[in-house]
């Protein structure tokens, strides 16, 4: 009997010049994926380790959660207040930043990311994110602060960049 089939859709927001992710947008499903990450036995660990001796983007995970409650937060779908109560409610999407920082969608946010990042040509590509991209997650979540870029595009952030 074959292992069991998973099949997450996420869509990527891709800075078509740098070919870095600038952002995901993606359902419950990946988010609770991202979280169950810390459920593995290298959660208790990030509780113990101070930040500057991380490696990777866990601890960027590991402070989204609280993030996620901030009640000043609306939803730009349903406009309610988003809070963890709220949070898995079908309607709230998610934004997944390339080193994991998990926010609920915010149009304001989403210009103001584009405009820190002057990115100027935007693409979207769908994924859909199997078992194998998900344990390329896991161990790129551990080791890289571009995880989303390395495991989705195929790359290292940085390889195209011409500089």
């Known amino acids: 009997m074959g292992s069991p089939t998973i099949c997450i859709s996420l869509k990527l927001v891709i800075d078509s010049t740098s070919q870095k992710v600038v952002y995901a947008q993606a359902g419950k499903d990946?988010?609770?994926?991202?979280?169950?990450?810390?459920?593995l036995p290298v959660g208790s660990?990030?509780?113990l380790v101070t930040r500057p001796r991380m490696v990777g983007c866990v601890?960027?995970?590991?402070g989204s959660i609280g993030i996620l409650d901030d009640p000043e937060e609306l939803c730009m779908f349903c406009n309610n207040v988003m809070n963890r109560n709220v949070a898995w409610d079908s309607c709230v999407t998610?934004?997944?930043m390339?080193?994991?920082?998990?926010?609920?969608?915010?149009s304001s946010y989403i210009t103001n990311l584009l405009k820190s990042f002057n990115v100027q040509v935007l693409e979207e590509k769908v994924i859909e994110m199997g078992l194998s991209q998900g344990i390329e997650l896991v161990l790129a979540s551990l080791q890289s602060e571009t995880v989303l870029t390395d495991?989705?595009?195929g790359q290292k952030a940085g390889e195209n960049d011409s500089e």
């Open 151 to 153: 495991v989705f595009l």
């Open 45 to 47: 660990v990030m509780r």
């Open 98 to 106: 390339d080193d994991l920082k998990v926010r609920h969608m915010s």
């Open 30 to 39: 990946f988010v609770d994926f991202l979280f169950n990450i810390l459920s």
């Open 94 to 96: 998610y934004m997944i």
């Open 59 to 62: 601890a960027n995970l590991f």
